[in-house]
């Protein structure tokens, strides 16, 4: 008897929360106040809310005209000066607003950037990220207009996947501009005659007296302006190239007679 008036007490309480969620669902199942703009749609849940399936798209879009945002208000007055840059919105391969939007302040009215999937932007918009985002205003970013891509990944700005000191470390000598060595925008690539007085023929000439034929990956050996440390870097590669096997020993023989047969073209 004992068990049957619990379940009967437990049976009621479920059917009033039940009742509750339906008839006052802004009371009891709200996250917190709708954003200002949405202020009076407060006790309207179903404005945005579908029964049991929660928020659509296609509720936020009957408001919000896709091809309309950033140029025009709901009212369908057009907006003179939009503060954002939202126009992105009309490229959008799918209409999920809620992967980005949140209408309660109790939540977020943004949710956290790492939750936005650019795989929703169409992919040429995806590689242009200034489209969007304004370069970071430190000295490094502000020189730099190539791709955002090739340092950073679109799951998250930090870590980025390059570190300059890994490949060449600056000095008093090398404080020159980005693009003196990474031409046309291209930071994948880089050139060492943009500042330095000696030609192709010439540096193969140098590199040549010293018995060095495979110089064209300057990287390889220069990693600072330290011309000891280049010779140790070379010393220590020629050294593990004479214990490489036949058949690689043969691929490094092709590789540096090609840039050698490329050189004396260049003359």
């Known amino acids: 008897m004992k068990n049957n008036t619990v379940l009967f007490i437990v049976a009621v309480n479920l059917f009033i929360l039940v009742l509750l969620a339906i008839f006052v669902p802004h009371l009891m199942i709200s996250p917190g106040k709708p954003i200002d703009a949405h202020a009076e749609l407060t006790t309207d849940c179903f404005a945005c809310h579908t029964a049991f399936f929660g928020s659509s798209p296609e509720k936020c879009i009957a408001c919000h005209k896709v091809a309309e945002i950033g140029l025009k208000t709901t009212e369908g007055l057009a907006i003179a000066k939009e503060k954002k840059n939202v126009v992105f919105h009309q490229t959008l391969i799918e ?18 950037i790492s939750q936005f999937s650019h795989q929703l932007l169409e992919l040429t918009l995806q590689k242009d990220c200034n489209n969007c985002h304004i370069n970071p205003d430190d000295a490094l970013h ?3 207009k190539g791709i955002c891509g090739q340092c950073h990944s679109q799951e998250d700005w930090l870590p980025a996947t390059f570190a300059h000191e890994k490949y060449f470390r600056f000095d008093r000598d090398h404080t020159t501009e980005c693009e003196t060595c990474h031409i046309n925008n291209d930071y994948a690539d880089y050139t ?7 030609s192709r023929s010439k540096i193969r000439e140098e590199h040549v007296e010293e018995g060095i034929y495979d110089y064209e990956i300057c990287v390889d050996c220069h990693r600072s302006g330290d011309e000891d440390e280049a010779e140790r870097i070379w010393k220590r590669k020629r050294f593990e190239a004479r214990k490489l096997r036949p058949f690689e020993i043969n691929q490094y023989n092709k ?4 840039h050698h047969d490329d050189d004396d073209d260049d003359d």
């Open 95 to 112: 209409d999920n607003c809620i992967a980005c939007h949140s209408d309660h302040k109790g939540v977020q009215a943004f949710r956290p």
């Open 255 to 258: 590789r540096k007679d090609k």
């Open 192 to 198: 060492c005659y943009g500042c330095h007085e000696h």
């Open 142 to 144: 502000q020189e730099i």
